[in-house]
């Protein structure tokens, strides 16, 4: 049996871009709102590491090894988009760029800590969890 595929030209020109969602963001909902600019595994830790300087992208990938590179730009992209964060580049030919906390990204501060907070407060219970669930498996 022979399968044939039909491949768009531009299916290996692949960049990068902000995920046209299929469900519109809800303007009148602050929550939704916060959640779209915030929302993510990655974005409340990424302005939490901004918080004490400016970044390049291969040192928030240390400090955040199990985010994919791909997962990491998009959500730093996203970021840059909703003016949460900024990129400066600094050598446009080796690709050297760095990000940094905007005035707005520092509002959301009080928020990641209290979210940092929650998290510690919430450990023991967590681990209780963890330990239940494999006691059971």
Same mark, same amino acid.
């Given at each position: 049996?022979l399968?044939?595929?039909?491949v768009?030209?531009n299916?290996?020109?692949f960049?990068?871009?902000?995920y046209?969602?299929?469900?519109?963001?809800?303007?009148n &909902?602050?929550?939704?709102i916060?959640?779209?600019v915030?929302?993510?595994?990655? %974005?409340?830790?990424?302005? /939490?590491e901004?918080l #004490? +300087?400016?970044k390049?992208?291969?040192?928030?990938?240390?400090?955040m090894? #199990?985010?994919s590179?791909?997962v990491l730009?998009?959500?730093? %992209?996203?970021l840059?988009? /909703?003016?949460?964060i900024?990129k400066q580049?600094i050598?446009?030919v &080796?690709?050297h760029s760095e990000?940094?906390l905007t #005035?707005?990204?520092?509002t959301?501060?009080?928020i990641?800590?209290?979210l940092?907070?929650?998290?510690?407060d919430f450990?023991p219970?967590m681990?209780?969890?963890? %330990?239940?669930?494999?006691?059971? +498996?």
């Amino acid at each position: 049996m022979l399968i044939i595929f039909a491949v768009s030209p531009n299916f290996c020109n692949f960049a990068p871009a902000m995920y046209n969602k299929k469900i519109p963001i809800d303007i009148n &909902c602050g929550f939704r709102i916060a959640i779209e600019v915030m929302g993510g595994k990655w %974005k409340p830790y990424i302005i /939490y590491e901004l918080l #004490d +300087g400016p970044k390049r992208p291969s040192e928030l990938q240390r400090r955040m090894p #199990d985010a994919s590179e791909r997962v990491l730009a998009q959500q730093l %992209k996203e970021l840059v988009e /909703y003016g949460v964060i900024q990129k400066q580049v600094i050598d446009p030919v &080796c690709k050297h760029s760095e990000y940094s906390l905007t #005035d707005l990204g520092r509002t959301l501060i009080p928020i990641i800590e209290q979210l940092r907070n929650w998290g510690n407060d919430f450990r023991p219970k967590m681990m209780e969890i963890l %330990k239940e669930k494999e006691s059971e +498996g």
